[in-house]
């Protein structure tokens, strides 16, 4: 079968996998409880590393994965010139598979083949998906091939014609079918011999049994009864539960020994024990030493994974508390810097004194002693500002050695110095409750009994005063000998995270300066040290379980005192054999010694060379972890220490800066009120000058004075010789209303002789006599009127019930709108004037 576009993402492709041939990808694969647990205890006790099995390609579900890789252009192409014949259903392509001849299909019965599900609308989302699926995909089919050296995934170029492609894909399946009947004909063949082999063993066996029955016909089988020589029953757990309900004494169990060891296990002095034997060791425990052994384990691991747990919490609360911090210094420093200052206070001063004297004494501002005078208050200003500048840059830096001598950076050193010894004490206790543990489980297996506890080492300690000593000398400790907190008496109760160190803050960590020549020349940097770490660690290492001569059972009794005391100084020379006398005898070789010879070597048990190398490796565990304990905390504290002084150095940073950008400021305020006093003519400080922090701005839109009016220039009215001009027509209206006032008119209306007697006076010439000469207001055309016009002009304008008057209201809007470019208004528009006029009006 062949499927076609499916599955074309990863979700898809493991679903389909999985109902094929059942594959779960490893990922997703449920993990087991036992391996949970392993995972759980190598955090306790790492397991020895194991190489990765090697990959292999499984067969799957299906074959081969076709994938043919065409460019996004030529897949567009392809698709856009797809067309369907509706009579026949046959699919072309307009330009690789066109009709064989315009008369045998009609190129308009074809149809452009655009499905939903496969539209030209979403051919370019579809691809881009299929391009982002493709790399999880590629992850799955790593795991499948149809043989370990052939690989699912077939890539196949589809750029060139189709013919050549079909004869890519068709080598690709060839080459699996002839590797298909090349490994049945082998299996067949396999089959065959196999089948041959058997057929020729059941012969020789059926006449070998003939043989033996004739030849032991007389012989009498062994009794069930009886075992087997040398044969044993395993014991099981049931069975010892009876014999094993107390913990047996040491002598019982030496009493005992040579009994429990299996004669099956080799013999020579160190003979190590095969770590695939021990499972089976621990299945022969006795059921009290098992679970003692097991409750022990469980403890061990409880504790430490309680107190690691612990010690996370606190050091991620450390570092959240100190990135906090950080950032307050930081964000209360600039919060100091910017703080407001009377700066402003005295600039607002100078400029209003500046601009009221020179309001008041415009002309004394061109003197050259007023100009000395103002250059000198300008510089007494920028004193003033310089001295507000200094005092807070004082203030600032006052605050900053505030911080510096608080003590925070110390205290915070100090809360990582009590995070390292707790891991360290923790560290040391799973290393001696392990090393109890092996001790206790291989002396259970050798059958010689649980040995006596060791009581654990002096406590922990290098942040007391008096386990830290003089912190400014680090002596660097002898082999062999007791560390510095040896002294301290042991905690007596499960010892807890101690959230603040025992001792002064500060004496963790110390800053050596650098070393100058004669010549002031740097030969050596500054560096922080820690001197309290190497104690610690000094401490650490005498928990080390030191190793011992194995001592057969027999041979375990009491020593004379004399021997007794010789023993521990033997061990502490570091002797691999026991000590000799003085007459050349060992007292340890297995028992009394002759005069005349020695015994040979007692054999030394596989379990306890097996122990040895166990704790050795429990040691090596623990040193390891000793020295990434100590570089971490070198790390951490040096980070603590170089990120709280880059903090200091940057908060000076921050004073010079700003303390510099505000002189500047001050520099360029100076400039500008100066050229303000050089100014010709002299000029005001009409803009705001203000100095936010460091910076100085200049407000052109806040401005101090009012500015100069604007000088309008008048109007100029565009004159017709038909037409009455604005001015001429005040002057009418101030002729008209004369002439209403002396006659006494009410109501706006004027007398027509009053009306005709004005027209004539302002535009008919008088002659010479200049008594009665008026200006001429009138338009040019309107001079050459005569007295009969004027007088039919005034009759217009005479109507019921008032003859012999004309209304002055009419006669203004009548010469005002004569001639006008807009026209004669509307009636409508006439009453909203007049409407708008009306309140206007006087009373009466």
């Known amino acids: 079968w062949v499927l076609v576009g499916f599955p074309d993402d990863a979700k898809r492709l493991q679903l389909f996998e999985r109902f094929l041939s059942g594959w779960v990808d490893p990922a997703a694969r449920e993990r087991p409880r036992a391996e949970i647990k392993k995972a759980k205890a190598a955090l306790v ?64 019965r074809l149809n452009p083949i655009n499905a939903l599900e496969s539209c030209m609308g979403t051919l370019s989302r579809r691809m881009h998906q299929f391009d982002i699926s493709q790399g999880e995909v590629d992850h799955v089919l790593g795991h499948f ?92 757990r049931k069975d010892s539960k009876s014999s094993a309900s107390r913990r047996p004494s040491r002598k019982e169990s030496m009493e005992t020994a040579g009994d429990t060891i299996s004669d099956d296990l080799p013999v020579g002095n160190l003979e190590p024990l095969a770590l695939a034997a021990l499972p089976g060791i621990a299945e022969k425990l006795e059921d009290s030493a098992f679970n003692l052994l097991l409750e022990q384990w469980r403890d061990l691991e409880k504790e430490y994974l309680m107190n690691t747990s612990q010690l996370f919490q606190w050091h ?66 920028q004193v003033k500002l310089h001295d507000v500048i200094e005092q807070s840059r004082s203030e600032s830096m006052a605050h900053k050695d505030e911080v510096v001598c608080s003590g925070w950076r110390e205290a915070q050193i100090d809360v990582m110095a009590s995070q390292v010894q707790h891991i360290v004490r923790v560290e040391a206790r799973r290393y001696h409750a392990a090393c109890q543990l092996l001790s206790d489980f291989y002396h259970s297996a050798m059958g010689v009994g649980l040995p006596e506890a060791r009581p654990e080492p002096p406590k922990i300690d290098a942040l007391s005063p008096d386990a830290q000593g003089q912190p400014e000398v680090v002596e660097e400790p002898k082999k062999g000998g007791k560390s510095k907190g040896g002294k301290a008496k042991a905690a ?37 040290e820690f001197p309290f770490l190497q104690d610690l660690l000094d401490q650490a290492r005498s928990w080390i379980w030191k190793l011992e001569d194995f001592v057969p059972p027999a041979a375990a009794e009491p020593l004379p005192a004399q021997e007794v005391a010789a023993a521990p100084k033997a061990k502490a020379k570091g002797k691999a054999a026991p000590k000799a006398d003085a007459k050349g005898k060992d007292k340890n070789a297995g028992g009394a010694q002759d005069d005349g010879g020695s015994a040979p070597p007692k054999r030394t048990d596989p379990l306890y060379v097996d122990l040895q190398q166990a704790l050795l490796a429990e040691r ?37 800066c700003r303390t510099e950008m505000e002189k500047r400021a001050v520099e360029g ?32 839109n806040v401005r101090l004075q009012h500015p100069a009016p604007e000088i309008i220039p008048p109007a100029i009215e565009a004159t017709a010789p038909f037409r009455w001009k604005i001015s001429q027509l005040e002057n009418l209206l101030e002729v008209v209303d004369g002439s209403a006032k ?22 008919q010439d008088c002659g010479e006599d200049l008594s009665t000469k008026e200006q001429v207001l009138v338009p040019a055309n309107w001079s050459f009127c005569e007295l009969d016009q004027l007088q039919s002009l005034c009759g217009l304008f005479e109507k019921d019930p008032f003859p012999g008057c004309v209304d002055a209201v009419e006669f203004m809007l009548h010469m005002g709108l004569l001639h006008s470019p807009v026209g004669w208004p509307s009636l409508s528009e006439l009453l909203e004037v007049r409407k708008f006029l009306e309140p206007l009006a006087p009373s009466g």
């Open 620 to 656: 090596v565990t623990y040193a390891h972890r000793l020295h990434m304990i100590h570089t971490w905390a070198e790390k951490r504290m040096l980070h603590i220490a170089v990120s709280v002084k880059d903090v200091f150095d940057q908060c000076d940073d921050w004073v010079k």
């Open 669 to 700: 305020l100076v400039d500008i009120l100066k050229e303000h006093i050089e100014s010709d003519p002299p000029q005001l400080v009409s803009c705001r000058l203000t100095i936010e922090g460091a910076h100085l701005h200049r407000h052109p």
């Open 742 to 763: 002396a006659f006494r008119c009410t109501g706006g209306v004027v007398p027509s002789r009053c009306l005709h007697m004005t027209l004539s006076r302002l535009t």
């Open 316 to 381: 991620r609360a450390q570092l959240a508390d100190f990135a906090a911090g950080l950032n307050g210094i930081e964000r209360r420093f600039v919060d100091l810097l910017q703080r407001p200052d009377n700066k402003q206070h005295l600039v607002d001063e100078f400029v209003q004194s500046f601009n009221a004297f020179s309001e008041e004494y415009p002309d004394m501002r061109k003197q050259d002693e007023t100009k000395e005078e103002f250059h000198q208050r300008v510089d007494d200003l």
């Open 45 to 108: 006790a790492p397991a020895p590393p194991l190489e990765p099995p090697p990959f292999v390609l499984v067969p799957g579900g299906y074959d081969l994965h076709v994938r043919l890789n065409v460019e996004a252009d030529e897949a567009v192409r392809r698709a856009a010139g797809l067309r369907e014949d509706a009579a026949t259903q046959v699919t072309y392509h307009l330009e690789d598979r066109p009709p064989a001849s315009e008369t045998q299909v009609i190129y308009e």
């Open 492 to 528: 007596a109760a499960p010892e807890h995270v101690d959230q603040e160190p025992k001792k002064a803050g500060g004496t963790c960590c110390r800053w050596v300066s650098q070393k100058l020549n004669e010549a002031g020349e740097v030969i050596a940097k500054g560096y922080w």
């Open 145 to 236: 091939g149809p043989f370990p050296d052939f690989p699912r995934l077939v890539s196949i170029d589809a750029g060139p014609p189709c013919d050549e492609v079909c004869a890519a894909l068709d080598a690709r399946i060839e080459e699996l079918l002839g590797r298909r009947r090349a490994s049945r004909d082998q299996e067949i063949s396999e089959q065959r011999a196999a089948e041959e082999a058997a057929a020729e063993a059941d012969a020789t066996e059926g006449s070998a049994d003939d043989a033996e029955a004739d030849d032991g016909s007389e012989e009498q089988p062994a009794s069930a009864a009886e075992p087997a020589e040398g044969g044993s029953r395993r014991p099981s």
